[in-house]
């Protein structure tokens, strides 16, 4: 089982910044991509942005573009998502996951982690 460990969140601003990360381990292979969701409470779990593992590949939510960025360190095997300019709407737990493809759904992907809480006070 990989194993997923999402960290950075914490409490923001309104038009502050966070940056989260997060690093893979666990597993003898590499994923083909990687994606941030979120999920606020009573809500459906939403995609926010993904990144294929090599080569060069993004796709964004509509929510997320001109504010967020989605970068990789394969190296460090990990996977990050800077998020600038945010909203309280932005507040949500959010958790990032691995795949053999990119795509804007959840059941794209197979491993998850726990998650990190962004709060975004006005």
């Known amino acids: 089982q990989a194993q997923l460990v999402e960290s950075g969140g914490g409490l923001v601003q309104a038009g502050g910044s966070l940056r989260l990360s997060c690093v893979v381990s666990?597993?003898?292979?590499?994923?083909?991509?990687m994606g941030w969701f979120r999920q606020a409470p009573g809500k459906e779990r939403e995609f926010v942005a993904g990144i294929i593992w090599t080569g060069i590949g993004t796709i964004y939510a509509d929510s997320a573009k001109g504010r967020f960025t989605i970068s990789r360190d394969n190296a460090k095997s990990t996977v990050y998502l800077q998020m600038n300019n945010l909203k309280p709407e932005d507040t949500a737990l959010y958790y990032c996951?691995?795949?053999?493809?990119?795509?804007?759904?959840?059941?794209?992907?197979?491993?998850w982690g726990q998650g990190t809480q962004v709060t975004v006070s006005a």
């Open positions: 996951a691995y795949g053999p493809r990119l795509a804007p759904a959840a059941n794209a992907y197979d491993y």
């Open positions: 666990g597993r003898t292979f590499r994923c083909y991509a």
